[in-house]
């Protein structure tokens, strides 16, 4: 019989062959894909965003962690496709214009294909018009912001205003990053701010709900 709470506890430990072979026999045995991504790996990357929240984890069990959702990803996203299993929200992510770091932008993507999300990935050093030409393109709900560098910081106010100014009304912008504030996110008028990975998950959810 599958196994969707061990495939949960062995994401949670990283345990990558072992989440993908219990992925693998849920699948055979004809457990709906929606079920095994939410019951058994959603499930378990909720357990490492909130200890990685409480400082029982740090980053590199994030990453392992992420390692095995990612292996798991690969089998059932086909399954998914076929099936038409709806993800939570497109997500279009990346570091702004002028800033290089990407560590904590790459947590934050794992946490959101975690949370059920369809991760557009820009990569770093990302301008207003990729982020603009991205969201039209993927149909996407949110764009999700990183910046490192207090220089970088303002550029993000440029996204807002790009997107704002392009009509696109129904598309809500979060941002993040060790410099960025709550208070900064009501400065330049962006929808949402989480100060750590596992938060932008909750964060992003409500934005795509709101
Ligand atoms: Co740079 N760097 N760096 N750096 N670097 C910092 C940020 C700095 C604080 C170091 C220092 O001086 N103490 C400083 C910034 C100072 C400032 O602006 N006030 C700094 C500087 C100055 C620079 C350069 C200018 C140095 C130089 O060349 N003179 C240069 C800039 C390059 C550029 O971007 N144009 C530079 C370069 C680099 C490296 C390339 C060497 C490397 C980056 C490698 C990489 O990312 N691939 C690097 C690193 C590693 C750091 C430190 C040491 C670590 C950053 C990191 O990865 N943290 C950093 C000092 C520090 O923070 N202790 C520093 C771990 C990561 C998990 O945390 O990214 O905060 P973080 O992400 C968290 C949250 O912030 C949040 O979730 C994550 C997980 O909880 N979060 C989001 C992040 N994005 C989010 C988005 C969200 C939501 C949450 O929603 C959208």
């Known amino acids: 019989m599958a196994d969707l709470e ?29 079920t095994i991504l939410n019951d058994g790996l959603v499930g378990g990357m ?3 965003g909130e200890r990685f929240r409480r400082n029982i984890i740090y980053v590199p069990e994030v990453l392992i962690a992420a390692r095995a959702m990612q292996g798991a990803m690969q089998i059932l996203e086909p399954v998914m496709a076929d099936a038409g299993v709806e993800r939570a929200g497109t997500v279009v992510l990346g570091t702004v214009k002028g800033d290089l770091h990407d560590i904590g932008k790459n947590l934050v993507g794992m946490m959101l294909q975690g949370g059920g999300f369809e991760v557009v990935d820009l990569g770093t050093d990302v301008p207003a018009e990729k982020f603009v030409e991205a969201v039209k393109a993927k149909k996407a709900k949110v764009i999700a912001m990183s910046a490192l560098l207090t220089t ?18 129904n598309v809500r912008t979060m941002i993040g990053g060790a410099p ?8 330049i008028k962006a929808d949402g701010y989480a100060p750590d990975a596992a938060s932008a998950v909750e964060i992003a959810h409500r934005l795509v709900t709101a």
């Open 46 to 48: 909720s357990v490492v």
């Open 152 to 169: 970088t910081m303002p550029y993000m106010s440029k996204v807002v205003d790009a997107i704002k100014a392009d009509g696109l009304s």
């Open 6 to 34: 061990g495939m949960a506890v062995a994401l949670t430990r990283g345990k990558r062959d072992e989440v993908v072979k219990k992925v693998q026999e849920a699948i055979d045995e004809g457990v709906p894909a929606a």
């Open 180 to 187: 960025v504030t709550q208070r900064f996110a009501d400065e």
